[in-house]
């Protein structure tokens, strides 16, 4: 998406005369006029709750790349709620009757942690959950969220949970990130909270939006790194350039341009249909936007020196930011996953 202002245009995922991109223009439009994006957690909230989901797989993702190159806290707040409202459009589609309103902000929350366990139980009908939950990022700002529970030793269900149940209590931390800082990820206590199941158990994981959801992450790690691109072809120009500064620009642009060819081409095979290896191709890409994205951090880096990490708040807030984010990669563990289902699958592309 073309940036207006102080962020310059970078190469689009979608073709710019495309009617899918209304919305996101509309998106934002909306996203400039908010005073201190990503800074100012209210205002942002409120602005996200206000999003239209945009009409495509492609132009999602478009949207996020383009909000987390203005603000990647911001990027980071939206993608989650956005990924909620497709889980529970895919639900319905796929059949599956949930009784809620999805009115407010959402998060998603999947992930699981040494040593807690939320477990889910049903008493006459009703479903409680019971237990704490690692990782919940903005659970005290948001008002839902889509977890996932267990429902007996080996399997989990997801559910939808109102956050404002006194029930559930939001821990603020601990929570001493410097990248991030204001997207506080720490556990809930859930004590025989009132949930509402969405699919049966297995389906989170099975249905083919997880893996759709899982590149989005990664268009926000692409775009939130586009700036520091910006960053580094404005050194390239400077009066002081010399073949280096052109070198760690030109070792940057080509991962981020590679990182963009893989985004376009899964988001054509995805928004074409299902394919039998979703889970490995989004894995795949996933791999490639973290290892361009870390490719960008470091010529960034080595080519700026230290002076904007310590003297240009934007620049160093969005290096950290960022560091935090990418995280979401698991680096060699994921290579070792993919690795086996690349195995399993005999090599096929």
Request: one cysteine or more; proline letters at 5%; a negative charge.
């Amino acid at each position: 998406m073309t940036d207006d202002g102080d962020h310059p245009p970078f190469p689009l995922l979608v073709p710019e005369d495309s009617t899918d991109l209304d919305d996101v223009r509309s998106a934002l439009r909306g996203a400039d006029a908010v005073d201190d994006l990503g800074t100012d957690l209210a205002a942002t909230l409120a602005w996200v709750v206000a999003v239209p989901r945009p009409r495509s797989l492609a132009a999602s993702w478009e949207l996020l790349a383009s909000v987390a190159a203005r603000d990647i806290a911001a990027a980071r707040v939206l993608e989650p709620h956005l990924d909620a409202l497709g889980i529970l459009d895919e639900a319905a589609a796929a059949g599956i009757a949930v009784d809620l309103d999805a009115s407010g902000s959402w998060g998603v929350f999947a992930a699981e942690g040494p040593g807690v366990r939320l477990e889910a139980r049903q008493d006459a009908g009703t479903w409680t959950l019971h237990g704490t939950k690692p990782w919940c990022s903005l659970a005290a700002d948001l008002d839902h969220a889509l977890v996932t529970a267990w429902v007996d030793d080996e399997r989990r269900q997801l559910f939808a949970l109102d956050l404002r149940d006194p029930a559930v209590t939001a821990r603020p931390g601990p929570w001493h990130a410097r990248g991030l800082d204001r997207v506080v990820s720490a556990p809930i206590d859930v004590d025989a909270a009132v949930a509402v199941p969405v699919g049966e158990p297995g389906w989170y994981l099975r249905r083919p939006g997880f893996a759709h959801g899982g590149v989005g992450v990664a268009a926000c790690w692409w775009g939130g790194a586009m700036p520091l691109r910006t960053a580094l072809a404005a050194a390239a120009r400077g009066e002081r350039a010399d073949q280096l500064a052109r070198a760690h620009l030109g070792r940057a642009d080509v991962a981020l341009w590679a990182a963009r060819a893989v985004l376009v081409e899964t988001a054509t095979v995805f928004g074409a249909g299902g394919s039998a290896s979703e889970g490995l191709r989004a894995a795949r890409a996933r791999a490639v936007v973290a290892d361009a994205v870390e490719v960008t951090l470091t010529e960034a880096a080595h080519a700026l020196g230290p002076s904007p990490l310590v003297a240009d708040e934007s620049h160093a807030r969005r290096v950290a930011d960022l560091q935090v984010y990418v995280r979401q990669h698991h680096a060699e563990r994921d290579l070792a996953r993919i690795g086996g289902d690349a195995a399993t699958e005999g090599g096929r592309w």
